[in-house]
Structure formats: structure tokens, C-alpha cells
């Protein structure tokens, strides 16, 4: 009997979900290299076995795996001029919205219906709204509870560091392997443009004194986590004016001490969120001086380019945010986990995945090939499982590819208003749109309607839905190919 067609056309729907259950529980096979392992050559088995299905860790992981955070953290002991606490957490989230906060029995309760309705769960996260470190009870009291009833859970935590050595520890003790620290900074000069207040050792500080104290304690949690063997990931808020050429430095003092990623964050900025910038007049960086940043800092720390700076209670894939679906008043008191949906998603996601990492390394191997000195910059309507599987009109955010003479890298995303609501195209969305994807060349999508298209091809961006369904890379790659004259590649799926 041939094996199912699957389309992954939608890893989050539920019929296709259905689909890949029912494949799955019927051993069949979904590709011609099943089997295969993701793992790629240059990552040491240990290390893979941590980040292969974090979707904030392995960029590669975001298109499978998702996360989500409980907001159970609210109090925070020190004050940074892009927050304002009665919103969410800006290192992790979009200020703006208020997230529910959550006891720790109530974030058990959470999580097992979340882990029993969305099978791409692999992690939970503690980031916000607060500082998840220094309102310590509730985060271990949390992951104790989790990690008994969901034992395979990653735990996973963000913090601004100033308590950090304290629980390095307890961290260690309870198989927490990825933590995140917010490191805006290493001189402290720069850091009291940025930090206030902090409050630590019972007392309050300011100035100066308080971003040296800040430092000290950040670098002295990344070498205590790194001695341990504890995956961290530095976030770096990006301050036009206020740190961005700072950003070298903090990538390079961060490297030396072992930070396994660096993810630089545009500030988020505005005066209706009630933050001392936004109130200020401070900007945020525009789309092309993040990558500029981004492209500077290439070969420091292991750049992190897919953040989607979620909100401290988001659930779901990184672009995609379910929290909505999940707050307490629609779960029920008594939840119990069954693994059963997350397990067989597991499997069919293992066989998908082998064949996805094959198309894109031939995809790759295409590009350099060509020998071509040419750019493009792809903009991706997806909605996971690497493929092209988004109509124009319904992406919330588009996905960034550079394809060059180095080969296809993933270079972040533009989140844009969608085009399309009630079935009919928005015009002013649509200006939105196009200005969000300054720079863009072409846009790979599933579907897209004559009217959009043409204002694209107006506004200097091709859009095309010649590729739908497809795998990404290997669609960049037959791009590039009738662009520079290499030879392309035959499509399969
Ligand atoms: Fe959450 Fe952060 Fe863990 Fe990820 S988020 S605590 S490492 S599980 Fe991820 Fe969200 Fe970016 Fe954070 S996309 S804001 S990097
Ligand atoms: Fe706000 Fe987080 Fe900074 Fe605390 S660490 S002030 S909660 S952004």
C-alpha cells in the first residue's frame, strides 16, 4: 500500500493534526529518508539533545516545537527604562498586553491542558512577568510540580540576572538546562542610561552603582550556568544611540564566558505603553538596522535571529501566540496529562524533519554552486513545518531568507498587519504591509490574489505562490537558480 500523502500544510491545525496522528499510528512511512537524523555534523550529541526540539535553541526546532510560558513571576528587583510593570515583561514580551498571573498550582493546571491540546509543546517557560529568579518560590515551585506530572518537559527559564547565582544550584538540581539573561550592557556607564534602580541585598541602589552591581552579577550567573554545563542564551535589548555599538562588545565578553546564543532584540517603543523610552521619545531600531546589527555580529556568539519577543503567558509556535484559547476560566479544575498526541507528533515530526534537513543541505549545496556574487533577501509566508504554507493574505509575520554565495540562512522576520480578514483584502493593511517588508526582493507564499501582487510589483517585490507547499530552502534555491543561472532543483513533495 503507498504511504499517505501528507501535506504539511498546517502543523497547528487540528485536521491536519489528525492526519499526522493517524500516520503516525499506522508506521507508515512519509518520506524517502525516513529515518534520517536532523542532527547536524558540527553539533556535539549532548548539546543536541538539548536544543533539537527548543524552538528558541535550534531555529531549525522552531518550525516543529512550541513553548509556552506561565506568567507566575510578577515581582521584579530591578528597574529597566523599557518597562513598565503593569505590563507585561519587555525582555520576553510584548509590553502592552496584560498576561494573567497564574499561583503554581494554577500553572500545573495550565500546562497539562496546554500539553493535551497542542502536541508541538516541548518547553515551558518562565519569563515575566517579573523576574523569574528573583521570585524564586513560585518558579521552583512550579517546575517541581511540571516536571512530576510531564516529565520530558524542557524547563526553561529568563531572567535579568541580578539573582541569578543565587539559584545556579537549584537550577542544576532540577535539570533546568536553558536559561536566558537579559545583558543590555557590560560598562556601566551605558548601563545607568538604561537601569535606574536595582534592589538587591536589601537595599536599593541607583546609578552608576547600580549597573556596576548589575554586571558584576550577570557575568558571575553566565559563568556559574557554563561551569555547569547549563545552556544560557543572552538576550540584548538593542537601544538606537544607547548600546547598539555597545552590542560588540557585550557579544564578545558573553562569547568568552561561554554564552551559548546571542539574541539581539529591537527595543519596543511607545509612549502608550507608559515605559520611561516610550514616554521619552526613545526609538526603537527600524528592521534594517537590527539585521545590520545582527550581520556585524556574525561570527561572535551564535546569533539567535528567530525571537518573536513573546509575551510572558504566550502559548503555541513562536510566530503563532494560543494563549487566548487557554486561560484558566476555560479549564477545567481537575486536568489529568495524557500523552498520548504529543508522543505520536514526536514520531511523525522525527521522519518529517530527516526529510526537510536533506532538501535544505541539497538546497544549500545548489546555491553555493551557482558561484554567483548575487543576493536575494525571501520573505516566507509559513505556518510551520518548514514549509511554504501560507496564504499572503493570512501571515501575521513573514520569515526572512538570505540566499547568497554563502548558502540560504534564515535572518529573522517582519510581523505585519493581515492583509485579508472576512475574506477581503484591507488597502490600507496592505501599505502596512509593504512597508514592513522594505528591502524584501520576493515573497514565496501559498496563495496570493492579482490585486495584492501587482501593488506589490508597484512597491519594487516580487510575490509569488509558484512554490506552495513546498519545503523553503528548496524553493529559494530554484529562485536563486533562475535568477543566477544555477541548475535547479526538481521538486519531490
Ligand atoms: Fe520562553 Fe525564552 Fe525559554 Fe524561549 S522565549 S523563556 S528561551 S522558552 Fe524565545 Fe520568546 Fe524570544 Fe524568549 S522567542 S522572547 S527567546
Ligand atoms: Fe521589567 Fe523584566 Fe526589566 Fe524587570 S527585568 S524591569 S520585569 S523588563
Known amino acids: 500500500m503507498p504511504a499517505p500523502m501528507i501535506s504539511l500544510e498546517s502543523l497547528t491545525s487540528r485536521s491536519t493534526m489528525n ?11 512519509t518520506s524517502s529518508s525516513c529515518g534520517s537524523s536532523a542532527k547536524p555534523d558540527d553539533v556535539d550529541s549532548a548539546i543536541w539533545e538539548k536544543i533539537k526540539d527548543h524552538p528558541c535553541y535550534s531555529e531549525e526546532a522552531h518550525h516543529y516545537f512550541a513553548r509556552m510560558h506561565v506568567a507566575v513571576a510578577p515581582a521584579c528587583n530591578i528597574q529597566c527604562n523599557y518597562c513598565n510593570r503593569k505590563y507585561d515583561c519587555a525582555n520576553e514580551s510584548r509590553p502592552g498586553v496584560a498576561s494573567e498571573k497564574l499561583t503554581p498550582d494554577q500553572a500545573l493546571r495550565k500546562v497539562i491542558a496546554v500539553a493535551n491540546e497542542v502536541p508541538q509543546l516541548s518547553v515551558l517557560g518562565i519569563a515575566g512577568p517579573g523576574d523569574a529568579c528573583y521570585d524564586w518560590e513560585k518558579t521552583k515551585a512550579t517546575f517541581e510540580r511540571v516536571a512530576r506530572e510531564i516529565p520530558d518537559i524542557k524547563l526553561c527559564l529568563s531572567t535579568n540576572g541580578l539573582a541569578l547565582p543565587d539559584h545556579v544550584g537549584e537550577l542544576a538540581a532540577m535539570n533546568v538546562d536553558h536559561v536566558t539573561i537579559t545583558i543590555n550592557m557590560i560598562d556601566p556607564e551605558v548601563g545607568a542610561k538604561i537601569y535606574p534602580w536595582i534592589f538587591h541585598d536589601h537595599r536599593r541602589f541607583t546609578g552608576l552603582e547600580a549597573a556596576k552591581i548589575l554586571h558584576e552579577r550577570q557575568m558571575l550567573g553566565l559563568e556559574m550556568l557554563t561551569a555547569r554545563g547549563i545552556l ?17 562588545e557585550v557579544n564578545r565578553w558573553v562569547k568568552e564566558r561561554g554564552a551559548f546564543l546571542h539574541n539581539v532584540m529591537p527595543l519596543i517603543s511607545d509612549a502608550a505603553h507608559g515605559t520611561h523610552y516610550g514616554l521619552t521619545g526613545q526609538r526603537g531600531p527600524r528592521a534594517t538596522e537590527l539585521k545590520a546589527l545582527q550581520d556585524r555580529l556574525d561570527g561572535g556568539a551564535k546569533l539567535m535571529r528567530h525571537c518573536r519577543q513573546c509575551r510572558a503567558d504566550a502559548v503555541g509556535l513562536l510566530g503563532e501566540d494560543r494563549g487566548r484559547e487557554f486561560t484558566l476560566d476555560q479549564i477545567p479544575d ?4 495524557d500523552a498520548s498526541k504529543r508522543e505520536s507528533y514526536r514520531e511523525v515530526v522525527a521522519r518529517e524533519r530527516g526529510d526537510h534537513v536533506a532538501a535544505k543541505s541539497e538546497a544549500i549545496g545548489v546555491v553555493k554552486a551557482a558561484g554567483s556574487a548575487g543576493s536575494l533577501l525571501v520573505a516566507v509566508a509559513t505556518k510551520g513545518g518548514g514549509r511554504i504554507n501560507e496564504h499572503f493574505g493570512h501571515a501575521k509575520e513573514f520569515q526572512v531568507y538570505e540566499a547568497s554565495a554563502s548558502g540560504i540562512t534564515f535572518v529573522g522576520h517582519r510581523k505585519v498587519e493581515q492583509y485579508c480578514r472576512g475574506g477581503w483584502g484591507e488597502e490600507p493593511a496592505l501599505k502596512t504591509v509593504i512597508a514592513a ?3 524584501i526582493d520576493v515573497i514565496l507564499c501559498a496563495k496570493i490574489g492579482d490585486c495584492p501582487r501587482d501593488q506589490l510589483t508597484e512597491a519594487g517585490i516580487r510575490a509569488t505562490d509558484d512554490y506552495g507547499y513546498d519545503y523553503i530552502e528548496r524553493a ?14 526538481t521538486a519531490t513533495a
Open 437 to 439: 517588508l522594505e528591502g
Open 19 to 29: 492526519q499526522l496522528l493517524a500516520t503516525a499510528t499506522s508506521g507508515a512511512c
Open 476 to 489: 529559494i534555491s530554484a529562485l536563486y537558480a533562475a535568477e543566477f543561472a544555477a541548475e535547479p532543483l
Open 232 to 248: 544560557t542564551k543572552i538576550n540584548s535589548v538593542m537601544i538606537p544611540g544607547v548600546n547598539e555599538e555597545h552590542l560588540l
Open 334 to 337: 481537575k486536568v489529568s496529562y
